[in-house]
């Protein structure tokens, strides 16, 4: 259960109590609780960000870039997801926010719902003239695109294989301004202003390219207050293009398939939600739908666990401001119609055979049979007191070595039950007064202890 790459959720121990909340709420098991403390399983976690969320002691946090991190490039371009325009009470209009961000020392700005713009034209021309399996699966969201790479490899070639708005921003904001000001790419530096922990983790271990074109990700949350401060100075009128009511709406549930002009689409929100329907999609319960979009948070990225508004006041927020953004067809130039070209993924996503067992096909048969058998013997109430979320992963815990019998309370209350019942007995033998009877009493005194100890 080793770390293959860097995770941008991770625990703060010493906040941590062991309620097993997070436990309960994992879509993907990846969490334990041992020794009245959380641990995180990392190949498992898919960094949707679920246990930030609901843990009450704010043990979980996420990893992201400090603002300080634009000082590593000579020039710096924010690319604000949508979902910031949302965040502000009283602000119905991106030009102070986009006026703020540079305030904080940003060169450029390169509003990533201009990129989403740029995707769903690329998308929607994909889809029109190539013959692929449907439903065809969004690649916007990373947790749902780890989801899948675990739970449900069988559909990863129905992932369109484009590259997230997040990234194409990153790319043509990169190629517009070395060409607008005559510098090196590598110059430049595109920061990410984040809702959500997955992308940070998109950017460390890219799903689909080798390399990502982002080179910082920095949370709405760590910049709100600045930037709260910053719009109350006025702006001046903004000398950049702008992006449309068709890329703000990513922001949205639906908004991907309603820019993509889909009409036989399905849009699910909720990593749970997400997780069921896919079991649906695999074992074909779905038919005739032709796109799919999943959004791992409850109102899409305006649930991020990095934003700071209620993700339902946003969303009514964010529907103010579609209504003043540009609602014209947006113009189609060159990078439109190169983008399914230079969008285009340069790598297979490959599955994640975590929950597969290893070993030769004897060896996995007698694995697969060895949990069954302890999942029978086990009281299948997924109470998680054990410290794993169910009785089915407690029992792949224990036939891996990571976890015993004992562990489940039910069973240790039986073993110490027996044990007690036992030592009864012997103490009201007329026959207790052999060395052996004196030593196997010693014994399960010993046994009840250790056993009280795993309680």
């Excluded at 449900?152 to 369109?160: E, G, K, Q, R, T």
């Excluded at 949350?221 to 006025?234: L, S």
């Excluded at 119609?337 to 490959?350: D, N, P, Q, S, V």
């Amino acid at each position: 259960m080793s770390e293959t790459y860097l995770h941008s959720v991770s625990l703060d121990r010493d906040k941590c109590t062991g309620c097993t909340t997070c436990l309960k709420r994992c879509p993907t098991e990846a969490i334990r609780i041992r020794h009245n403390s959380a641990s995180i399983l990392h190949d498992r976690c898919i960094d949707c960000g679920e246990c930030i969320k609901v843990c009450p002691h704010h043990a979980k946090v996420a990893l992201t870039d400090p603002i300080e991190i634009i000082k590593n490039f000579k020039y710096a371009i924010a690319l604000p997801a949508p979902t910031l325009y949302a965040q502000f009470q009283g602000v119905h209009k991106p030009e102070p926010i986009i006026a703020a961000l540079f305030r904080l020392g940003f060169d450029d700005v390169f509003e990533v719902a201009r990129a989403a713009e740029i995707v769903s034209y690329a998308i929607s021309k994909a889809l029109r003239e190539e013959n692929r399996p449907r439903p065809v699966i969004s690649s916007a969201c990373p947790a749902v695109l780890r989801l899948i790479q675990i739970h449900f490899p069988a559909l990863l070639d129905n992932v369109i294989d484009f590259i997230s708005p997040m990234e194409a921003a990153a790319k043509i904001a990169k190629e517009e301004y070395a060409a607008k000001h005559g510098v090196e790419i590598s110059e430049i530096g595109a920061f990410f202003i984040s809702p959500c922990a997955a992308k940070m983790t998109a950017v460390k271990a890219p799903i689909g390219q080798e390399k990502s074109y982002v080179d910082g990700v920095i949370a709405i949350k760590d910049v709100y207050k600045t930037m709260r401060a910053e719009m109350h100075k006025g702006f001046e009128p903004l000398e950049i293009e702008r992006a449309s009511a068709v890329g703000i709406k990513w922001a949205v549930p639906g908004g991907e398939a309603d820019a993509l002009g889909i009409k036989s689409s399905l849009c699910v929100d909720g990593i749970e939600n997400v997780k069921n329907v896919l079991e649906q999609i695999e074992n074909a319960r779905i038919r005739n739908l032709m796109y799919f979009e999943g959004l791992a948070c409850v109102n899409g990225c305006l649930g991020g666990p990095l934003t700071v508004e209620n993700s339902f006041v946003a969303k009514n927020r964010l529907r103010n401001v579609m209504n003043r953004a540009e609602q014209k067809t947006v113009q189609r130039t060159r990078i439109f119609e190169t983008a399914c070209e230079t969008l285009r993924m340069t790598e297979e996503i490959e599955p994640n055979n975590i929950m597969q067992l290893e070993g030769t096909m004897k060896e996995r048969i007698r694995m697969s049979e060895r949990i069954n058998e302890l999942e029978k013997s086990l009281p299948g109430l997924d109470c998680g007191s054990c410290g794993s979320p169910t009785c089915r992963a407690l029992a792949w815990d224990i036939a891996h070595g990571y976890a015993n019998e004992l562990n489940c309370i039910f069973k240790l209350n039986d073993r110490i039950s027996s044990l007690a019942a036992e030592m009864v007995s012997l103490g009201a033998s007329t026959r207790f007064n052999t060395l052996q009877d004196t030593a196997r009493l010693k014994e399960m005194q010993e046994e009840l202890g250790r056993d009280s100890e795993n309680a």
